[in-house]
């Protein structure tokens, strides 16, 4: 079983940035896909971005394009999502997830129930 931990939220005004990083420890992620998503007070939990097991292939919701790049980095188990340009409205928990399948691409037909393992979440909040 892997466990994943988030780091780098925290509070940030609206027009800055933010990186978050997603360190994994248990099992090599070299393999799998991972994404990450979010989840606002009051609201269901969404998804934001996702990257495949190589990195030769992203995907992005549309309120995460242009402005949110995320990346990994196999030989420290580790992803990343560098957030610019953060909105008031991104503010939320964001979680990193493990797929729970080697070698699936990321594309439109990315959903939660692809990943198997989820971190605790870091709080991102934005002001205006």
């Known amino acids: 079983q892997v466990q994943l931990v988030e780091s780098g939220g925290g509070l940030v005004q609206a027009g800055g940035s933010l990186r978050l990083s997603c360190a994994a420890s248990?099992?090599?992620?070299?393999?799998?896909?991972m994404g990450w998503f979010r989840q606002a007070p009051g609201k269901e939990r969404e998804f934001v971005a996702a990257?495949?097991?190589?990195?030769?292939?992203?995907y992005y919701a549309d309120s995460a394009k242009g402005r949110f790049t995320i990346s990994r980095d196999n030989a420290k188990n580790t992803v990343y999502l560098q957030m610019n340009n953060v909105k008031p409205e991104d503010t939320a928990v964001y979680y990193c997830?493990?797929?729970?399948?080697?070698?699936?691409?990321?594309?439109?037909?990315?959903?939660?129930?692809?990943?198997?393992?989820w971190g605790q979440g870091t709080q991102v909040t934005v002001s205006s």
């Open positions: 997830a493990a797929d729970s399948r080697a070698f699936r691409k990321v594309g439109p037909q990315v959903q939660s129930a692809d990943f198997g393992s």
């Open positions: 248990g099992r090599p992620l070299n393999w799998y896909a």
């Open positions: 990257i495949s097991w190589n990195s030769d292939g992203t």
